[in-house]
Every structure is written in structure tokens, then in C-alpha cells.
């Protein structure tokens, strides 16, 4: 495979810092600073590290530490520390990582589907349904019919119209409920995947104990949030035989029982919530759940739903947060004041704001309310998948790693042990004036743009 490389091209229209440019040219180390930003791979905003690394070969008879391998020491490298990329999957923080991990994320969904990365191609035959879990409703909202009907205040709403989602009446929209049920989210999730193996057994003859002896369930999930700021669920859930995907399902396990398991697990599941001034909170799904065979003709105007479109569905939304419903707002608030200086809906203050509320009393600080206050109560991870679904974002990000280090030392053997001597101390975050002005500046050599995915 050919080795990727960056070429330096300067097109960055941002005035340069002349100053701090001329001393690394006058220094020398102009060259090295491109090629260490250049390993970032367009990260903005990379973790700056002191301290170093050094690796040693052992002697695998005697147990002896030979001679050293490799050697790093920060204050060694150009930009007198180690960079590191931030790997934040939001592409509002950082567009290069984001990347990344939708590029990760789409090679794990994909692998569960038809195979690869260590799962074997036959769970492409395995009974599998793409299904989207929604909130229940906390009154009503503007909102875009699908039948050509006008919203209930009377307007064709258009697509981009800032007003959908927002309610129809403020005042009696109960913004406490959407807030908890975002909290709930997550727990409410883990229930339904239990409930969902019992009535998968429940169809099949069998205890929810004995299933596992017969089949298992594994899906991959990721949150998205609608327009109203509640979020929802989409997931690949699959059938397996009891060894998970190395093992073929049985002949009773089809789309089909899936399907209606999935409904009757939907409708089924309930979370307990909080009691609040005298009122008991009870979570539970909307009743728009939508589950669709995937290799069906029901998806997208007649045309098939594909592994291909599921996977990349649900990548595109691993790296979005609350931004749908909130704008630009994607980091924890420290005080409610700032909320004043956001250029975000009326909408989405009051869900901000009640969330503040509500984190402040002691019966709920479990939930977390203010630290989560910028991601409308919901704390959950975004996306998750069961353990024997397909592979990890973990290896997949050790693969990654092993096949850069091939490719700076394509010729060296690599040894059978070694031993790592390290030790990194967390300095700061982000890029001098002069490094984020030449990182801006680089781009990928012709036809190398991106990186490949490995695994």
C-alpha cells in the first residue's frame, strides 16, 4: 500500500505571525514543525504533552532487557512537546477527528453487517432490522405533515424553517419531563434490551435464560437529537446463533419474529423516575417506532435499505451532539449567565435552563443535570453496540497505529517483545499562533486526501 504522505501548500488567507515565523526559520526547525503538524492530520486543537518514551527489545530465552528500540523525548521535538490528536468526535470541536471517528464508526457498523474486520461475512445472512426508537410527545410542536396537511398553526413549513420543533404553546410545554426523559434515555435503552431478549424467547418456546443456548441478540445503537431537543434512537439489531456472530442463527430466528419482538419490547419497557412537587415521572418510548428490514424495498421512496446507507446513517450521527437543537452550543456551561451571550433558540434556553433547575436539587444530583445541562440532560454515550456485535473502535484505532508505524519503518522487523518505558505529563491544549497559521496551511499531497481504515 502506498504510503500517504502531506504536502505543505500554503494557502492559508489568515495574516501569518511574521515574528514568530522568523525565529523557527532563523532556528531552522521551520521543516521539522511541518512534518510534527503534519502527523496531526488537520487536528485544531491537539493535546500538548511533556515527558518521553523509550523502548526497549527483551530476550524472550533470558527475560534480559537488550538495546533500545526507540526514543522520544519531548523537549527533543520541534514543537518542544508532544502533539497528540484531541480525537473528539464532534465536528463542531474538531473537523479532522470527527472524521476520523465517523470513518471508524461506519467500518464498525459495516463489519456487523456483512462482515470483515474479524467477523465473519456470513452475518450478512443473519435476521437483522434497522430501527428508529423515539421520545413521547411533551406537547405539541411545529412541525412538517407528511401528507401535505398544514402544522396545526396553520403554515407549510419549510424544511429549513427555523420554528420546527419549537412549541406551539411555551408556557404549557413540559420542558421538566423532556429534560428527564433525556436523563432517562440511557437507562431506559439497557431495559428494552433486556425486555427485547425475552420476547425474542418468548416467540421462540424458550426462558430467556435458555436463549442464550440457542441464539443471542447484538445491535449497535446511536442517539440523535430531534429538532424539539428529545433525543432518539437508531439501532441495527441482529440475531445470532449462541455463539454470536461466528455462529449462524437458528432456523425459527427471522426479520420477521424480530420485528414484532421489537414492538412488544418497545412497548413494554418503563423507566421510574423522579417524584417532583408531588408528580411521579414514568418514562417510557413514543409510539413512533420504526422498524425496517434491512435489504427491504420499504426505505426511501421503494429503493433498498443497504448495509451501505444504514452504516453511513448512523456514522453521521456518532458525531453530531445536541447541535440540532441547540446551534453551536457543544461544551459544558459553567454558569447559567452565558446563556445570555449563546445565539441559540428561545427553545432551547428554557430546556438549558430547566436542566440548571433541576440539577440543583439534591434528590437528583445522580442525574448530573447541570454538568449534562448543554446536552438537554441526556449523558449517555452516543453510540454503543453490544459486545458481540463486531469489532471496536479500540482496534480499530490499534490497527491504525500499527500500520503507521509499518509504514515509518517499513524494513524493520518487528520485534517479538519489548519493553515500554514512559512516562507523559498533560501541559496544554491547542497551537501557538505560528503552528495553527502552518497547520492551516497544509494540505494532503494530490489524490491522498483522508486516511485509510484498517482492521
Known sequence: MPVRRRTAIFTSVTPPPLPELSNLAAGGTLPAILRQLSSLGGCTHPIRLDGHRTEYDVDTATGEIGRVLHQLNSGDLPAGQLLVRCNNRR??????????????????????????????????????????????????????????????????????????????????????????????????????????????????????????????????????????????????????????????????????????????????????????????????????????????????????????????????????????????LDRPLKFVAELAQLDISEHARRLIRTAWALGARKDLEHLRLRAWAHMLGFRGHFSTKSRRYSTTLGALRDARAEWRRAQAAPNEPAPETTYVLAHWVFARTGLSDAEAWLAASLEPAPGTEGEPTHG
Do not use: M
Open 91 to 328: 465536528t463542531t470541536r474538531c473537523p479532522a477527528c470527527s472524521e476520523v471517528y465517523r470513518r471508524d464508526t461506519f467500518q464498525l457498523i459495516t463489519a456487523g453487517l456483512r462482515g470483515g474486520k474479524g467477523t465473519p461475512e456470513h452475518v450478512a445472512t443473519h435476521p437483522r432490522v434497522f430501527a428508529t426508537f423515539t421520545a413521547p410527545g411533551f406537547g405539541p410542536v411545529h412541525n412538517r405533515c407528511t401528507d401535505g396537511r398544514p402544522c396545526r398553526c396553520g403554515t407549510h413549513h419549510d424544511q429549513d424553517d427555523e420554528a420546527l420543533g419549537t412549541p406551539l404553546n411555551p408556557d404549557t410545554y413540559d420542558y421538566e419531563a423532556a429534560v428527564l426523559w433525556n436523563a432517562h434515555a440511557g437507562p431506559l435503552w439497557r431495559r428494552f434490551s433486556t425486555y427485547l431478549r425475552r420476547e425474542v424467547g418468548k416467540r421462540a418456546g424458550l426462558l430467556q435464560r435458555e436463549l442464550r443456548d440457542h441464539a443471542r441478540v447484538s445491535f449497535a445503537k446511536v442517539a440523535e437529537y430531534q429538532k424539539r431537543g428529545a433525543v432518539h434512537f437508531h439501532a441495527v439489531i441482529r440475531i445470532d446463533g449462541p455463539g454470536g456472530g461466528e455462529t449462524p442463527p437458528p432456523a425459527w430466528a427471522t426479520a420477521e419474529l424480530l420485528t414484532d419482538a421489537i414492538g412488544a419490547a418497545a412497548a413494554k419497557v418503563r423507566v421510574d423516575g423522579p417524584t417532583i412537587d408531588g408528580r411521579a415521572h414514568k418514562f417510557v418510548f413514543g409510539r413512533q417506532l420504526d422498524v425496517r428490514t434491512i435489504r427491504s424495498a420499504d426505505f426511501n421512496d421503494g429503493q433498498e435499505l443497504t448495509e451501505r446507507a444504514v452504516a453511513a446513517y448512523i456514522a453521521k450521527y456518532a458525531t453530531k451532539g445536541a447541535e440540532t437543537a441547540t446551534g453551536a
